[in-house]
């Protein structure tokens, strides 16, 4: 199984501040990535898939990065919304595979 | 627009089964394998199951493997995830997924809202 490990956890930061999350995996998944974010009290939304494609309607605020075993979310002006958890996956092998999430908090 | 609603999460005793339904809309069901994912309370996502877009292959995490049978009915337009011998450890929001394209990726979009099953004496 590839585990899939995130850091940091949490991550304090305000409005308009860049958010750097990292997703680094216990063997190499090519570029086979997503991130998600979920808000409190909702499912989870896509937002990159294959390591750096923006899903639709996704703001260009929102970037991806990496290949085989180190991944970057960034985040380059975070807005309100954007406080939430983010979760990778990766797609390379069975099992399907998430990391534990790293929490974007308000400062 | 993409709609898939869950049904069927309730309180079940441990050993006990439950069937969740996913009923899906706005989208040509057919052409898109499937999965559950789960969530425990206050924690981390976790896959459950996937299938193909027409039935054939599943695939199933090992914490459910011989317990939970997922299945589709494409004239329906439905998921479901038949969950049997249920364990506390089972607890969780239980969502519905649709495969992002319709050239399988096994990443997931939309997802539904999800569903709650609470497994407990």
């Known amino acids: 199984e590839i585990v899939l490990t995130q850091s940091p956890a949490t991550l304090s930061l305000s409005p308009g501040e860049r958010a750097t999350l990292s997703c680094r995996a216990s063997?190499?998944?090519?570029?086979?990535l997503a991130w998600y974010q979920q808000r409190p009290g909702q499912a989870p939304g896509l937002l990159i898939y294959d390591a750096s494609n923006r899903a639709t309607g996704i703001p260009a605020r929102f970037s991806g990065s990496g290949s085989e075993t180190d991944f970057t979310l960034t985040i380059s002006s975070l807005e309100p919304e954007d406080f939430a958890v983010y979760y990778c996956?990766?797609?390379?092998?069975?099992?399907?595979?998430f990391g534990g999430g790293t929490k974007v908090e308000i400062k | 627009e993409v709609q898939l609603v869950e049904s069927g999460g309730d309180l079940v005793q441990p050993g006990g089964s439950l069937r969740l339904s996913c009923a899906a809309s706005g989208f040509t069901f057919n052409n898109y394998a499937m999965s559950w994912v789960r969530q425990p309370p206050g924690k981390g996502l976790e896959w459950v199951s996937t299938?193909?877009?027409?039935?054939?292959?599943?695939y199933y995490a090992d914490s459910v493997k011989g317990r939970f049978t997922i299945s589709r009915d494409n004239s329906n337009n439905t998921l479901s995830l038949q969950m049997n011998s249920l364990r506390a450890e089972d607890t969780a929001v239980y969502y519905c997924a649709k495969d992002r394209t319709s050239v399988t990726t096994y990443f997931f979009d939309p997802w539904g809202q999800g569903t709650l099953v609470t497994v407990s004496s």
């Open positions: 299938v193909s877009s027409s039935g054939t292959n599943t």
């Open positions: 996956q990766q797609r390379r092998n069975w099992p399907l595979t």
């Open positions: 063997r190499s998944v090519g570029r086979y």
